[in-house]
């Protein structure tokens, strides 16, 4: 607004001065409450962004640890276990030896089943010339018959069977020593027989 050349009085002045002054405040008055909703808005606002920036912190960081999630496990590597042999028999006998032992055992079979025989014959005669009678009392019932053959060849069967399993025993000094049973049936009734016909052939 242009006064031109003309000069205001005071009153004039001041009046005017007074009614921009009450405008101003007036004005004030009216946009403070504005400018604090806007502050307010402002700071809810900023919330939001910095929750959204945290939420877009933790899903740029939850890509890694799904993928550390779905990765393969890295395991150790396996050793294979060392494999213990299984305990073995080992015998000290050789295959050789065995059959060797076998072809014994079978000589000495028949070794003691003809002394056996000879025993009971050798029985048979010295009873029969009266000069001897039968001491062994299992074998007394048999004496005056030809049973007596079938009875002495009970004890020869069971040292026959007593060889055999002590020839294929795991100790070694029953395996080493399998032969005597047959052995010592084989010397006693060798030493009867010739003891009967000791008997038999004596002069009265």
Known sequence: MSFGRVRASNTCVKSHTRR???????????????????????LKGATPSSASASRAEELAAAPSTL???????VLPPVTPEPVHPAAMIVRTTTPERSRTALR????????????????????RKAL??????????LMKPFA???????????????????????????NRYLRHTWWVPQAVSFAGSVWCGSRNLRVANLKR
């Open 20 to 42: 921009l002054a009450i405008g101003n405040l007036a004005i004030l008055t009216l946009a403070f409450p504005l400018c604090a909703e806007d502050a307010a808005s402002s």
């Open 67 to 73: 993928a550390s999630a779905n990765a393969a496990p």
């Open 104 to 123: 014994t055992w079978q000589a000495l079979i028949v070794a003691q089943h003809t002394a056996a025989a000879f025993d009971a014959w050798t029985t």
């Open 128 to 137: 029969s010339s009266g000069n001897g009678y039968e001491r062994d009392p």
């Open 144 to 170: 005056n018959s030809a049973t007596i053959y079938p009875a002495t060849q009970a004890a020869p069967i069971l040292f026959d069977f007593l060889g055999y399993r002590m020839m294929r025993s795991h």
